[in-house]
């Protein structure tokens, strides 16, 4: 299958043409100085019933790879950047709902770093369009002007993992987003490795288990 324009650069990763059809989705959101290609590594770990879409964010990073936004100090994202990204992020979704094969009522994100950020911003902002959401290394972007959807959190599932070795962004950011997703009744399973800025094994295989179940119906 080709892919459509749309706000974001992407890509979809192959998947079974014969499965009973709409499918639900993923989308994976990749950290500073990677670009779509990053987190597609994963895809032997992941349930293949996903229709599974790769985007890029829309900044160069000057080192190489693309950006979400610059940070203007630890937590704080630059206002301008951080809100185009976002605005980009909402059409890029809703063309995926609309041009591809997948099922808008199982719609899910899986971010790492400011992939995680931009997960959480939409899971925040449009709650009720997503399913749940995998958040490894982020932070809840909370220095934004994006108004959050607190009413829609109840019930909303999230899997929050984070290095306690972190020295990109900070555990604390893992401890504040699961304080927050807790406080507004939200489905949170929190996880914290031993690991600095990065995946491990066993955090992929705690996720992918998690996604897995979701879209089976399981808690």
Excluded: C
């Amino acid at each position: 299958m080709q892919t459509v324009q749309s706000s974001l650069v992407h890509k979809i990763a192959p998947y079974d043409e014969r499965e009973k059809k709409p499918l639900p989705a993923l989308i994976l959101l990749h950290g500073r100085g990677a670009n779509e290609d990053d987190l597609l590594g994963l895809l032997p770990f992941l349930a293949p019933q996903f229709f599974i879409v790769a985007a890029r964010a829309p900044f160069p990073y000057p080192y190489g790879g693309a950006t979400w936004y610059e940070t203007l100090a630890s937590g704080t994202p630059q206002p301008e950047q951080f809100t185009e990204s976002y605005e980009k992020l909402v059409e890029f979704v809703r063309d995926v709902k609309e041009h591809y094969p997948v099922d808008p009522e199982r719609l899910f994100f899986l971010g790492f770093s400011m992939g995680a950020v931009m997960s959480y911003a939409y899971a925040f902002t449009r709650p009720r369009e997503v399913g749940g959401v995998v958040a490894h290394s982020g932070y809840i972007p909370e220095n934004t002007q994006l108004a959050f959807d607190w009413p829609g959190m109840k019930g909303k599932d999230f899997f929050v993992a984070h290095g306690t070795l972190d020295p990109v962004i900070g555990i604390q950011f893992g401890r504040r987003a699961k304080e927050i997703l807790e406080k507004n009744e939200a489905n949170v399973v929190y996880r914290e490795y031993p690991i600095p800025h990065s995946m491990s094994e066993e955090s992929v295989s705690d996720f992918s288990s998690w996604l897995g179940r979701r879209i089976m119906g399981a808690s």
